[in-house]
């Protein structure tokens, strides 16, 4: 194990067990007591470089290498949170090889000629309030600091009495000192593998969101209610699953029913109500419309023969991100790494229509990604840190 790949195991080490289900994989949601402890942590970790820590006003945590007033500064790191159950790299990757990379810098003599700035982005999955991203698009303004306020968990509470304040939402003066973002992040498939190439860069983001299905029937007796009087609304949920694989697959796009609530959700009940959420995505903006609109229609018509309603609700949108090309090329060129697209959502596809915006994967030999499956080994996670470094000296050391 070389020294660096050492260095990283053990700062991981440090956070591994953190938020650990037994399941293996990770409940780290935000504001929860393991994200809490993972935010001081950065703070410690911050503190013991001198590098002093900024909060936002929206849940962002921002630690600065250099004068933050200089302004042209080069932003990295990347989130805590996770998904339930979800696996270790996504999110703190990021962030631990942000404060290597530092480390590799300054071991090397090279001091920042532009402030290079390392954030923790709060509620990044969604996982907890419901909007992916949460932390970013307020930054940025693409959410309203009143409906982000009143974002509710599963347990009532709303994203403000989470936060501790009323989010302070966009700030003009905080991202116009930013002049990039890198966001290095473990990869979630496999086409790094097929490659034989530890580290990639990032031509795109697919255009995605999340929709919420109501379906609403009438409860009733499983014993006693004949089966052509019953108005099950499980039954158009479960069409409307089906139609959702039927129509991705024949668009070549991604659709997912990953989460469902029924009410009263009794053994021996017809449910009285069914709420699913779809997670879609597509390569084009026109085939993520063409796969909703078809679900929607086809959920509507079962909805119609099953005799239940149906209520059908975006809950979030992302547009097709087209990373800065200069940028990509430059840093592809750099690192003689090859370019790949995602269909993943990132802060960085957030801020990407704000400043110029690239990122970094970094190997994942499973494929796996939201799941305990997940992983990378520590020599290609020291080859992201030095990936990362040469990128921060290329646009904040020269």
């Known amino acids: ?149 009143e974002l509710r968990d599963a347990a009532g509470v709303s994203f403000a009495e989470a936060l501790g304040d009323r989010p302070a939402g966009a700030d003009p003066a905080l991202l116009g000192r930013f002049a990039a973002f890198v966001e290095l992040h473990v990869e979630q498939g496999r086409a790094l593998v097929d490659r034989a190439a530890p580290v990639a860069v990032a031509s795109a983001i697919w255009p995605h969101g999340r929709w919420r299905f109501d379906f609403h029937g009438e409860a009733n007796h499983a014993g006693t209610t004949r089966m052509a009087d019953r108005r099950d609304p499980m039954l158009t949920y479960a069409f409307t699953v089906l139609a959702a694989n039927k129509e991705a697959r024949l668009r070549d796009a991604h659709a997912t029913v990953g989460r469902v609530s029924v009410e009263p959700n009794a053994t021996n009940a017809i449910p009285a109500r069914v709420t699913g959420w779809l997670d879609a995505r597509a390569a084009e903006p026109e085939t993520l419309h063409g796969l909703v609109e078809a679900v929607r229609a086809k959920a509507a018509e079962r909805a119609r023969r099953d005799g239940t309603e149906l209520a059908c609700t975006q809950e979030s949108a992302t547009p097709l991100v087209a990373f800065d090309g200069g940028l990509a090329d430059r840093l592809a060129a750099l690192l003689d790494a090859p370019v790949l697209p995602t269909g993943a959502g990132h802060d960085a596809g957030v801020l990407a229509a704000h400043l110029p915006t690239a990122m970094l994967f970094v190997r994942n030999p499973s494929g796996v990604s939201h799941s305990p499956a997940e992983s990378a080994t520590d020599a290609d996670c020291a080859a992201g840190v030095v990936a990362l470094a040469r990128v921060l000296e290329e646009l904040a050391c020269r």
């Open 1 to 149: 194990m070389s020294d660096l790949a050492g260095r990283f195991r053990e700062l991981w080490d440090e956070l591994a067990p953190v938020g650990r289900a037994g399941s293996g994989g990770y409940l780290r949601y935000a504001f929860t007591e393991p994200e809490l402890w993972l935010r001081d942590w950065f703070r410690e970790q911050a503190a013991r470089r001198g590098m002093p820590v900024a909060e936002d006003g929206n849940g962002n945590l921002f630690a600065w290498w250099g004068d933050p007033d200089a302004g042209d500064a080069v932003l990295t790191g990347s989130h805590f949170d996770s998904v339930p159950h979800g696996g270790a790299y996504d999110g703190p990757l990021g962030i631990v090889s942000a404060f290597l990379a530092v480390d590799e810098l300054r071991a090397a003599g090279i001091a920042p000629v532009r402030p290079v700035a390392v954030a923790a982005f709060v509620e990044e999955e969604g996982a907890r309030f419901g909007v992916p991203c949460l932390g970013s698009r307020l930054l940025t303004g693409e959410i309203a600091v009143d409906r982000a306020a």
